[in-house]
T-cell receptor, first 111, second 114 residues
C-alpha cells in the first residue's frame, strides 16, 4: 500500500515557466511534509518542507502548498531553470517516525 | 560541518558474500535512516535507528539484512549472502529529530552483486 503517491512519473516545462509537482498521501497521521531533489548518482537533497499546521511555505523560487482536507501537496518552482532538471521526491512523516517517500517525478526543464 | 558520509561509494560483491555499508551521520544527529533505491524506482524505507536502538525495521527483509548504530562509530547496514536482487543504491540519512525536522542524505553506496 503506497502511502505517498506521485502520479506523474515525468514532467516537461519550458525554461522560465512554472513547474508544478503534485503529491498525494493517504495516512492522516502524517504531520510533516518534505520535498527532495535528486540528481543521478547523488543522494537526495532537501529542498523545502511544511508542517501540517500551515498551508503554504515559500523559499525563493520554491513554494509548497498543503491541502490537508484533500491530503494533497504540491511544489511550485517559479521560474523554472534548466538546473532544476532532476527527480523530485515528496516525503511525509508522522512525528518521531520514519520518512515515507513517494516514487518521484522526473522534471525536465527545456531551454 | 561535514554532511552525512557513506562509504564505500561503490561496492562489488560476488553472490554469497557479505556486504557492509557504513554511514556516519552529521555531527549532532542521533537518528539514522536507511533507504534502498532499485533502478528506476523510488526510495524504499528499510530501517530507522537511534544510538544503540532499532526504532523501526519494518522495511527490512527478515533474512540476511541487519543494521546497527552503536554508541561509538558509524551505523552499519549488513547484507549477508548477497544475491543479484540486492544490487541497488543504498542511502543513509540522519536527523537530530528534535521535533519535526528534515533528514539529510549521504551520497549513497551503489552495491553491485555479480
Amino acid at each position: 500500500d503506497q502511502q505517498v503517491k506521485q502520479n506523474s512519473p515525468s514532467l516537461s516545462v519550458q525554461e522560465g515557466r512554472i513547474s508544478i509537482l503534485n503529491c498525494d498521501y493517504t495516512n492522516s497521521m502524517f504531520d510533516y511534509f518534505l520535498w527532495y531533489k535528486k540528481y543521478p548518482a547523488e543522494g537526495p537533497t532537501f529542498l523545502i518542507s511544511i508542517s501540517s499546521i500551515k498551508d503554504k511555505n515559500e523559499d525563493g523560487r520554491f513554494t509548497v502548498f498543503l491541502n490537508k482536507s484533500a491530503k494533497h501537496l504540491s511544489l511550485h518552482i517559479v521560474p523554472s531553470q534548466p538546473g532544476d532538471s532532476a527527480v523530485y521526491f515528496c516525503a511525509a512523516t508522522p512525528l518521531g517516525q520514519n520518512f515515507v517517500f513517494g516514487p518521484g517525478t522526473r522534471l525536465s526543464v527545456l531551454p | 560541518n561535514a554532511g552525512v558520509m557513506q562509504n564505500p561509494r561503490h561496492l562489488v560483491r560476488r553472490r554469497g558474500q557479505e556486504a557492509r555499508l557504513r554511514c556516519s551521520p552529521m555531527k549532532g544527529h542521533s537518528h539514522v535512516y536507511w533507504y534502498r533505491q532499485l533502478p528506476e524506482e523510488g526510495l524504499k524505507f528499510m530501517v530507522y535507528l537511534q544510538k544503540e536502538n532499532i526504532i523501526d525495521e519494518s522495511g527490512m527483509p527478515k533474512e540476511r539484512f541487519s543494521a546497527e548504530f552503536p554508541k561509538e562509530g558509524p551505523s552499519i547496514l549488513r547484507i549477508q549472502q548477497v544475491v543479484r536482487g540486492d544490487s541497488a543504491a543504498y542511502f543513509c540519512a540522519s536527523s537530530p529529530r528534535e521535533g519535526n525536522t528534515e533528514a539529510f542524505f549521504g551520497q549513497g553506496t551503489r552495491l553491485t552483486v555479480v
